[in-house]
């Protein structure tokens, strides 16, 4: 079955880093849309980054230039790599799949069908 386990996350102080990981397994993960979202206590969740299956990204404007999303098709692994991190970065970051027909663009991430626990990054 489908399953996508975050790890990664932690607390940072302002201006640091970190890195999320995504292991996906159960479906053909190099066909499919991925992204991560994020929520705040209080707060909706919103699209922070999604990459397709050619690699083209998108990042939302608050993370553009600080955050960048990849993938390592060979360990079926998502990224989120972290840089320059504000106290309003903190939330619980959730990884997302999608499957799409060949030659469809990726949907809004809110539409994405897969989704993992969630990990929890902290910024003081």
């Known amino acids: 079955h489908v399953q996508l386990v975050e790890s990664g996350g932690g607390s940072v102080q302002a201006g640091g880093s970190l890195r999320l990981s995504c292991s996906v397994s159960?479906?053909?993960?190099?066909?499919?849309?991925m992204g991560w979202s994020r929520q705040a206590p209080g707060k909706e969740r919103e699209g922070v980054a999604s990459?397709?299956?050619?690699?083209?990204?998108i990042y939302a404007d608050s993370v553009k230039g600080r955050f960048t999303i990849s993938k390592d098709n060979a360990k079926n692994t998502l990224y989120l790599q972290m840089y320059t991190l504000k106290p309003e970065d903190t939330a619980m970051y959730y990884c997302?799949?999608?499957?799409?027909?060949?030659?469809?663009?990726?949907?809004?991430?809110?539409?994405?069908?897969?989704w993992g626990q969630g990990t929890q990054v902290t910024v003081s």
């Open positions: 159960g479906f053909p993960y190099s066909r499919y849309c």
């Open positions: 990459i397709d299956r050619h690699g083209s990204t």
């Open positions: 997302a799949a999608h499957w799409i027909p060949y030659g469809r663009s990726c949907p809004p991430l809110y539409e994405y069908t897969y």
